[in-house]
RNA sequence: GCGAGAGUGCUGGAAUGGUAGACAGGCACGUUUGAGGUGCGUGUGUCUUAUGGCGUGUGGGUUCGAGUCCCAUCUCUCGCACCA
């Protein structure tokens, strides 16, 4: 027969389905195990193979634990509200609820072509009525216990989308989506107080088992600092708090520098002698994009202030104060103390502007460069009460002078901001919230939810950053929930994150109507096993979603206190020539044409070999011809097999308990690559010394998360009993995976001259007589040398130190 | 600048401190075939007169033994970036 893997793939996938091979069953007697991918965002241009990566890794492990005889919960949905559904709707005149519906069509049709073992009973999309009502439920949780709020503020407007983005979603200045500059302005925006988590959100992580890099990323994006706010008298009675990390530095700040924004600026602006240029300089500040505010950075710029000076309150020296925008508003209190001796930064405005450099600390030369802490060994001079003191003491001394004077405290302060929540787009969840004349911003009744979106022709964004729901007044005007008189509802949306924040917990129960999940089935499955996903979504999605995990935790929604147990990353997978995959370069791989052309066995089989798991790896199109070639190969060996053997072979024997062991490790560990690489191995020793069925039948299972459907049908063509993919997972003995001979390297001063075959149980004095006895030792050891020390390291190798 | 990771054949990549290059791809030669493709087989780090030497970015070190550990250095990738 042909391995005709169309035919054998389509027939297992709906033999699957149908029988709903894969489903996961709440409170089964057995293990559970929750293994979780991201779901996809359902574009218009289908699946990747981005995509196939980590589902096709998820999927072997959700398969080999199913196997293992756990209870399995692997889901799949989509993440279907965001941007390029809307632009797309807009431009081809389409309904985005339409868009979406066609575009879930192709990907499911898609996923299932691979072969996934998802239980698709479960399956979410977040534009769902049902799965709105949730997350706007989560939103009046959330507002119900202060933590969504609504701001007036400058927040980043992208110039192209015509929206809001939250700080996470600016990359170097432009938007993360389209690459357009991103400006600031003033708006009102809704916000959730995720700072207020920003201490839990890095302690637990010590709690859970995700990879080093992603715990160090979400660490630094939280960027908490210890330090503290100190008071500086100025000449205008006005104080002013700055916040800094070198109390200990105190007697070296010459001068101080506000933020353009800072709210001080106007109480003073009139006793200013130099208003007007303060002025324009706030108003040059205000215009730039963050893009030009990061290329200018490396010019420091500033207006001094005059008719005020600032007090240093260690010893009462009058310093000047400054504005400039390398202070930034929204951080610490949008003030510092400029100490220029041991700040770069500072050391920079120093120069330019003609300030006063004093050192505090020993070590530098502070005329040419700023010495900045290294270590905290350095001595303290200049410094009155500190001097002699190291850095180290210094800065507790220092702290304690503070408290003790009533001018300074110690304060943590966090880089992370407060997540700005609103979108002015149309394809989102509507907040649910009326704006009252009297009785002012009041949450809608739970009992009222989902609040749809109404099902308008023109949607578009407007220039004037106000949401396209605005206008609607059909649906803008309502009836307050609380007085029952005339009342608008809010017009903006959320962000594409705020789906996602949760979309876990409903996979456990996917179907409720009373709630976002059954209390017994988050009991059960919880918290998520193993979740795979890109390093892109650490400071996003991830963190975000665990902010949202903490609050339900709080409520006692969810019984955990984190979502996810364990946390892994993929690579990229690069076009062929190692560049990134995209559109305009025209490198893109459709998953769906490999499977065309090879079958998904082979498609999953060749993203699995492909390179190591965490790292980005190019795209081959010879190296999947070689992994269609692997499975050819299997199909042939499986015809040939034609014995009735149950037990391994002698020759074979050590060799199956070696593979099932590579195997059942690799798997557990995400290196599918060499897994796949021992099972060629294996297959290779089959065309040499042959194959009995029972060896064939050890081979499919271990074959069988990886290419389900060739496994399947081959167990099958031999009438083994059950379904491969769903038998028990075999095992080994670990004192079968010996040989009873070995081969030994021999070495002569660590330097290598051959091997040897020994038996496996061979003494140290055997193994040295043997190598000793070797020509080659025998030729090093010309000249009367004499073997002064052995060190053998078990059926490795034997090293003879000659002299 | 800060943080993290990585440098191994022509390519993707293997290697608990113990025979570097597993397993694939590519290439070459042979073989099967009417031919192409497929299949099968052999070879494939490097210098060399070798039963010899050299080889995991570079330079040191620890060790009987280093791709692996330590120190220094260079390069690349990713993330953050005026966070006081």
Same mark, same amino acid.
């Given at each position: 027969m042909k391995y005709d893997f169309t035919s054998l793939e389509n027939k297992w996938q709906k033999r699957w389905e149908d029988g709903k091979l894969y489903a996961a069953e709440t409170g089964a007697a057995k293990k559970k195990f929750y293994a979780l991918v991201e779901f996809p965002y359902p574009s218009g241009v289908g699946l990747h193979v981005g995509h196939a990566r980590p589902y096709t890794a998820m999927d072997v492990i959700a398969r080999k634990h199913r196997m293992e005889g756990e209870n399995v919960l692997f889901p799949i949905g989509y993440d279907a509200f965001g941007l390029p559904t809307e632009n797309f709707a807009i431009k081809n005149h389409i309904h985005p609820r339409i868009v979406t519906e066609n575009n879930v069509k192709t990907f499911r049709g898609q996923l299932k072509s691979l072969g996934y073992s998802f239980d698709w009973d479960r399956e979410i999309n977040t534009t769902d009525p049902d799965y709105v009502k949730w997350t706007q439920w989560i939103f009046l949780k959330l507002y119900e216990h202060d933590l969504a709020y609504k701001a007036k503020m400058p927040v980043n407007w992208c110039t192209s989308c015509k929206c809001v983005l939250a700080n996470e979603e600016v990359v170097e200045g432009v938007c &993360?989506?389209? #690459?357009s500059p991103v400006v600031r302005k003033e708006k009102s925006q809704w916000m959730l107080r995720i700072t207020k988590y920003a201490q839990r959100l890095i302690d637990d992580l010590d709690d859970v088992d995700f990879i080093e890099r992603v715990k160090i990323q979400q660490k630094n994006w939280i960027g908490r600092s210890t330090g503290a706010e100190v008071t500086f008298h100025s000449t205008l009675d006005d104080d002013i708090v700055v916040y800094t990390t070198r109390p200990d530095t105190l007697f070296g700040a010459t001068y101080m520098v506000l933020s353009p924004e800072h709210p001080l600026l106007d109480a003073w602006m009139e006793k200013l002698e130099n208003a007007d240029e303060v002025k324009a300089y706030q108003k040059m500040a205000a215009s730039k994009s963050d893009m030009e505010r990061t290329e200018l950075n490396k010019e420091k710029t500033g207006v001094q202030l005059r008719g005020v000076q600032g007090v240093n309150p260690v010893n009462g020296k009058q310093i000047p104060i400054f504005i400039s925008d390398y202070v930034l508003a929204t951080y610490g209190t949008g003030a510092i103390m400029a100490v220029p001796a041991h700040d770069t930064r500072d050391w920079e405005f120093a120069k330019k502007f003609g300030c006063e450099i004093t050192e505090v600390v020993r070590g530098g030369d502070v005329d040419k460069e700023a010495f900045t802490l *290294?270590?905290?060994t350095g001595i303290m001079v200049n410094s009155d009460f500190l001097n002699g003191l190291t850095v180290k003491d210094a800065i507790p001394a220092m702290k304690q002078w503070l408290t003790a004077h009533k001018i300074g405290e110690e304060k943590v302060n966090f880089k992370l901001r407060d997540w700005v929540f609103s979108r002015q787009r149309y394809w989102g969840e509507p907040i649910p919230i009326v704006h009252c004349p009297t009785c002012g911003t009041v949450p809608m009744d739970e009992k009222d939810l989902p609040l749809l979106l109404p099902d308008v022709e023109s949607y578009e964004p407007t220039d004037d950053g &106000?949401? @396209? %729901? $605005? @206008?609607?007044t059909d649906w803008v005007n309502c009836k307050c929930p609380?007085? #029952? #008189?005339d009342a608008k509802r809010e017009t903006d949306t959320m962000p594409q994150w705020a789906g996602s924040s949760w979309y876990f917990l409903r996979y456990? =129960? @996917?179907?409720? =109507? *009373? $709630? %976002? $999940?059954g209390k017994e089935a988050m009991e059960y499955w919880s918290p998520v096993d193993w979740y795979n996903g890109g390093m892109e979504h650490t400071t996003l999605h991830l963190l975000y979603s665990r902010f949202w995990h903490k609050f339900l935790y709080d409520i006692g929604v969810v019984p955990t206190k984190e979502p996810y147990q364990k946390r892994t990353s993929h690579g990229m997978i690069l076009g062929e020539g190692g560049d990134k995959m995209s559109k305009s370069r025209g490198n893109v791989i459709n998953p769906t044409d490999i499977i065309n052309v090879y079958g998904a066995d082979t498609m999953r089989t060749y993203i699995t070999f492909i390179g190591d798991f965490e790292k980005a790896v190019p795209w081959s199109s010879n190296a999947v011809k070689g992994c269609k070639r692997f499975l050819d190969r299997v199909w042939n060996l499986s015809e040939s097999v034609t014995d009735h053997e149950t037990a391994y072979s002698a020759e074979n024997e050590s060799m199956m308990h070696k593979t099932v062991k590579k195997v059942s490790e690799d798997i557990d560990a995400l290196k599918g690559n060499t897994a796949i690489a021992a099972l060629m191995t294996l297959l290779n020793q089959f065309a040499e010394k042959g194959c009995n069925e029972a060896e064939l039948k050890t081979f499919l299972q271990l074959l069988s998360p990886f290419a389900p459907h060739i496994s399947d049908e081959l167990w099958e063509q031999h009438y083994f009993d059950g379904i491969c993919s769903i038998s028990a997972w075999p095992q080994y003995d670990e004192s079968k995976c010996r040989d009873a001979s070995v081969e030994m390297a021999v070495q002569v001063n660590g330097k290598l001259k051959g091997t040897i075959i020994i038996s496996a149980d061979a003494s140290d004095a055997e193994v040295v007589a043997a190598a000793t006895a070797t020509e080659k030792v025998q030729h090093a050891m010309d000249g009367g040398k004499q073997v002064f020390k052995t060190i053998v390291v078990k059926n490795k190798l034997v090293n003879l130190i000659v002299k």
């Open positions: &993360e989506r389209c #690459g *290294k270590d905290d &106000e949401s @396209p %729901l $605005a @206008p609607m609380k007085c #029952g #008189g456990m =129960d @996917p179907h409720n =109507d *009373k $709630a %976002l $999940a």
